[in-house]
């Protein structure tokens, strides 16, 4: 194997967290049953969580998510919620628009941790790119709350109540510090995408990966940037696959396809 290809794959297992045997333990939520939540309280009052092993099985094709609960993002050390096989999608959109020197920067909204921004700035590194550059649009404080008037499909999300979602811009920074990948070839864009995105209106990327998980995020987002994507009709587009079976993101693929 080449070494950019060699150095690629590393990263790849790195960021995802899967270099390790690791077992991943997730707090078993309160009881509903009395007996249970007395015994679970006096446990707690002496400072022991109970916590399940998580299904080993999730891993790999980006289901790190059990079905319910949100407690394994604190449980998680990897640096992106994606598995090793969306990781390997995002590889091969970054490599096919630099093979048919498609112009454009990189793109993902939503970061969380930054690992996958991480993996598109080391492929820019991997084969000596420096006229492209990596863009990381979050709050850097988790997601809004739902507004279901202008987005009615959101309604039922919680998704701004899990903390864990709030990873902010001095860790994602130190993040890419820790890969040597922080430098001028990564940008920040700090806010809600309502405000941020419109100013980034007229760039022209060539991969752009949404992952905000809501309706609104992701519609926020493609009204910026699908339009300029759209000038070069061969750059690349990825939605999170997680983002679509996120509530309130169903709506989202047949109206894109309208778009389109
Ligand atoms: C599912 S996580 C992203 C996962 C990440 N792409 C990865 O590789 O693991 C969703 C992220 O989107 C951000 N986010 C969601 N909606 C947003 C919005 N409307 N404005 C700004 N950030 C938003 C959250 O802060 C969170 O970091």
Redesign the pocket.
């Given at each position: 194997m080449p070494e950019a290809e060699l150095y690629i794959d590393l990263l790849k297992r790195s960021v995802a967290d899967a270099l390790q045997e690791r077992t991943w333990y997730v707090p078993v939520p309160r009881p509903k049953s009395l007996i249970k939540r007395v015994l679970s309280d006096l446990l707690a009052a002496r400072g022991i969580t109970l916590v399940r092993e998580v299904d080993p099985s999730v891993r790999g094709e980006g289901s790190e998510r059990p079905p319910r609960g949100t407690a394994w993002l604190d449980a998680t050390s990897a640096f992106?919620?994606?598995g090793q096989d969306r990781l390997d999608n995002l590889q091969w959109c970054v490599e096919d628009v630099l093979r048919r020197k498609v112009p454009g920067d990189m793109i993902?909204t939503?970061?969380?941790?930054g690992?996958?921004c991480i993996l598109m700035r080391a492929i820019l590194k991997a084969y000596g790119v420096r006229d492209r550059k990596v863009w990381a649009a979050?709050?850097?404080?988790?997601?809004?709350p739902a507004d279901p008037d202008q987005y009615p499909l959101d309604r039922h999300s919680t998704f701004h109540e899990q903390r864990g979602?709030?990873?902010s811009l001095e860790e994602v920074r130190h993040n890419f510090d820790k890969y040597g990948l922080l430098d001028d070839q990564v940008e920040f864009v700090k806010g809600?995408?309502c405000d941020t995105l419109p100013k980034l209106a007229g760039h022209t990327w060539a991969v752009i990966h949404l992952?905000?998980?809501?309706y609104?995020?992701t519609a926020?987002a493609s009204k910026t940037s699908i339009p300029d994507s759209r000038r070069g009709v061969t750059s690349s587009l990825t939605i999170?696959e997680r983002c679509l079976h996120a509530p309130g993101s169903l709506g989202f693929p047949q109206e894109i396809s309208h778009q389109r």
């Open positions: 992106t919620l994606l993902e939503g970061v969380w941790r690992g996958a979050d709050s850097f404080e988790g997601l809004p979602f709030a990873v809600w995408f992952d905000g998980d809501m609104e995020s926020e999170s």
